[in-house]
T-cell receptor, first 118, second 113 residues
Framework: GAVVSQHPSWVICKSGTSVKIECRSL??????MFWYRQFPKQSLMLMAT?????????EQGVEKDKFLINHASLTLSTLTVTSAHPEDSSFYIC??????????????FGDGTRLSIL | SQKIEQNSEALNIQEGKTATLTCNYT??????LQWYRQDPGRGPVFLLL?????KEKRKERLKVTFDTTLKQSLFHITASQPADSATYLC????????????FGGGTRLMVKP
């Protein structure tokens, strides 16, 4: 079945470092991908919608200059946390629907990236 | 304001019993609703999707109901097994929102042998 791969699965780095997270759709093309953030024992909060070939759409309260999204191909979206600080520590998860943004299909999620900023 | 509420307290049941999880929403007109399973440290896994004009959906031991009048969905796992222990998330897609999911807080299910 369709799979979304997310890399890396775990990152520990010093404050001020920029961290790039990759999200790949392995056997289907994803014109749209979604990026979520999840704090412990809380639900997934949508951060942004990544669109292939165009700018990402950010949710209210999410700093676009802090969380850079690039969707350069139909199978890859990246999220870069720039100048990360301890408050950015969280679990970041990407997802992609088969068939595009308006396909009304279930989403395939990556296994998440645990980001810890020291 | 819009809310999607799931029981934040863990649900503990005995193996073999039926688990019933609740998802209530307010100030939404969902086009459809989805249920996902999430294990610790993993991404959610899709289980079932039910549309606004459907009352019930089944898949093996799983059953989902959708009552747009009560603004509620119920998720049932029959003949529960310890391997069913996980957090279950409901998610709504509003009309004209494409595939954009809004998640409830999730309910942790613990099935004891």
């Amino acid at each position: 079945g369709a799979v979304v791969s997310q890399h890396p699965s775990w990152v520990i780095c010093k404050s001020g470092t920029s961290v790039k997270i990759e999200c790949r759709s392995l056997d289907f093309q994803a014109t749209t991908m979604f990026w979520y953030r999840q704090f412990p024992k809380q639900s997934l909060m949508l951060m942004a919608t990544s669109n292939e070939g165009s700018k990402a759409t950010y949710e209210q309260g999410v700093e676009k200059d802090k969380f850079l999204i690039n969707h350069a191909s139909l199978t890859l979206s990246t999220l870069t946390v720039t100048s990360a600080h301890p408050e950015d520590s969280s679990f970041y998860i990407c997802s992609a629907p088969q068939g595009g943004q308006f396909s009304n299909q279930p989403q395939h999620f990556g296994d998440g990236t645990r980001l810890s900023i020291l | 304001s819009q809310k999607i509420e799931q029981n934040s307290e863990a649900l503990n049941i005995q193996e073999g019993k039926t688990a019933t999880l609740t998802c209530n929403y307010t100030n939404y007109s969902p086009a459809y609703l989805q249920w996902y399973r999430q294990d610790p440290g993993r991404g959610p896994v899709f289980l079932l999707l039910i549309r606004e004009n459907e009352k019930e959906k089944r898949k093996e031991r799983l059953k989902v109901t959708f009552d747009t009048t009560l603004k509620q969905s119920l998720f049932h796992i029959t003949a529960s097994q310890p391997a069913d222990s996980a957090t279950y998330l409901c998610a709504l897609v509003a009309n004209n929102a494409g595939n954009m999911l809004t998640f409830g807080g999730g309910t942790r299910l613990m099935v004891k042998p």
